[in-house]
């Protein structure tokens, strides 16, 4: 296709006058790639963290928010170490937005991605709300599984920032292959969401609340499991399907990788998912799970970008790249 990826980052007349202050490292593309890949990872990181809160207990370890007690900004030492869990989660936000601003910041040199880096940015604060919220609700789970879910959207979000800033080189493919890539994404997006419900309903609260109750979905946590585990029956087979199909019209080895290696991580998942089933959800193996959740997620995000018609398969920063 002849596309370079050398990077080249062009300052456009619209440049706002800040990113001319930022060192000449940061204004390279290379760096704009590099800050986009670590939002990605510390997007997963912070998921596996909020994890180790919830399955330490320490979901309360700091009883209030924005403040860690009603008294401190800071733990006090009363709660037997769950309020440095909670506590150093809540700054791992200030790392995520460091990075977040400066992907913001340096992302203002290309128009294109500036709604991707904004969004990107703009997640952060309403992710740390949504955080607060699930503390002073005494960790209410449909806001703890909405926590998790907004994770999941900004993973997709810097995901796809990243994907387009390295002008990864999509694969052609026919109409039923898009669209059975299509519903995959489809079907990984309920699997998690009812993956969450499956946590809600469980013994994994968090914490108690200071009157002794633990608040849970009151559904019935086997038959939200069952249904966990049909739906990811139903995307193991869409999964498998778009690997056969992909293969019957000889689609680009790019294309058939990807979905290759979505159903891999899926029965890794899938088997993480059944041990901790049986062996009645041991938190390490909970929080491995999250893990591989967002590793799921993430393969199937690059199935979802990979496979695509022929149409727009095409790197759409190919000029900007090439210029
Ligand atoms: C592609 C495969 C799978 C994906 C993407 C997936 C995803 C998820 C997600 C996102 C959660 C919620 C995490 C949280 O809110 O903290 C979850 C929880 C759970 N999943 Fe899966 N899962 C998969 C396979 C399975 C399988 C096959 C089982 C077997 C029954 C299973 C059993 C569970 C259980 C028991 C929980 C609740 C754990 C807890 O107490 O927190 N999962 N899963």
Redesign the pocket.
């Known amino acids: 296709m002849g596309v370079s990826t050398e990077p080249h980052t062009p300052r456009t007349p619209s440049s706002p006058r800040v990113v001319r202050w930022l060192p000449p490292w940061l204004q390279n593309a290379k760096a704009l790639v590099r800050l986009a890949l670590a939002s990605v990872v510390s997007n997963v990181v912070i998921v596996v963290t909020g994890?180790a809160v919830?399955?330490t207990d320490s979901g309360l370890g700091c009883p209030t928010w924005p403040r860690c007690t009603d008294a401190s900004l800071t733990p006090t030492g009363k709660y037997t170490g769950h309020d440095i869990i909670e506590f150093t989660n809540r700054q791992l936000t200030f790392v995520l937005v460091a990075i977040a601003l400066a992907t913001w910041l340096v992302a203002m040199v290309r128009r294109e991605q500036r709604a991707l880096a904004t969004g990107a940015a703009l997640g952060i604060p309403v992710q740390a709300v949504l955080g607060g919220l699930t503390v002073l609700t005494h960790l209410n789970p449909w806001l703890?599984?909405a926590h998790?879910l907004l994770s999941?959207l900004l993973i997709a979000v810097t995901f796809l920032l990243w994907w387009r800033l390295r002008a990864s080189v999509p694969a052609p493919t026919s109409g039923a292959a898009v669209l059975l890539a299509r519903f995959t994404i489809v079907a990984?997006a309920a699997?998690?969401?009812?993956?969450?419900v499956?946590?809600?309903s469980?013994?994994?609260a968090g914490d108690t609340a200071s009157n002794g109750t633990i608040r849970r979905t009151g559904l019935n946590?086997s038959s939200m499991?069952?249904l966990?585990?049909d739906a990811?029956m139903v995307?193991?087979g869409l999964s498998v399907g778009l690997v056969l199909l992909l293969r019957a019209v000889h689609a680009a080895a790019a294309a058939q990788k990807a979905a290759a290696a979505l159903v891999g991580?899926?029965l890794a998942?899938?088997?993480?998912?059944?041990t901790?089933?049986f062996l009645d959800?041991p938190p390490l193996l909970?929080g491995l799970?999250?893990l591989?959740?967002c590793l799921?997620?993430l393969a199937a995000l690059r199935v979802l970008v990979t496979v695509v018609p022929e149409a727009s398969a095409r790197p759409r920063f190919a000029n900007e790249l090439s210029a």
């Open positions: 994890g919830r399955l703890v599984a998790f999941m990984t699997t998690l969401a009812i993956g969450t499956v946590t809600g469980g013994p994994h946590v499991s069952q966990h585990a990811v995307l193991i991580v899926e998942q899938g088997l993480i998912g059944y901790q089933y959800v909970v799970h999250m591989g959740a799921v997620w």
